[in-house]
């Protein structure tokens, strides 16, 4: 009923950007906290960046100073902007976000985009 599709992901070389989109479709009212996680071979999926409903944000320490994570809530899209990449970001980004329809909330995960920093 509700969907996360991610897009954006690529190759990149180091000190590169990418921006990474996560947009939520069906009969959604709206996005509640939502946050970018990534998963790189044989390590355990952790959290990149989230964001609550009302947009107070939150950081790995890998990521702070670098990512960006931002919401449009008109679209129900998340975004996931990332500056000075390093080898070490390489990993499948997922997004995940609960998404209130109708009277219930939905916790779903996107499909993931690969996300590749190599020279």
């Known amino acids: 009923q509700v969907q996360l599709v991610e897009s954006g992901g690529g190759l990149v070389q180091p000190g590169g950007s990418l921006r990474l989109s996560c947009a939520a479709s069906?009969?959604?009212?709206?996005?509640?906290?939502v946050g970018w996680y990534r998963q790189a071979p044989g390590e355990q999926r952790e959290l990149v960046a989230g964001?609550?409903?009302?947009?107070?944000?939150n950081y790995a320490d890998s990521a702070k100073g670098r990512f960006t994570i931002s919401r449009d809530n008109d679209k129900n899209t998340v975004y996931l902007q990332m500056n000075s990449l390093k080898p070490e970001d390489t990993a499948v980004y997922y997004c995940?976000?609960?998404?209130?329809?109708?009277?219930?909330?939905?916790?779903?995960w996107g499909q993931g985009t690969q996300v590749t920093v190599s020279s």
């Open positions: 069906g009969s959604i009212s709206s996005l509640l906290a």
């Open positions: 995940n976000a609960g998404a209130l329809v109708g009277l219930r909330v939905y916790h779903v």
């Open positions: 964001s609550t409903e009302t947009g107070s944000t």
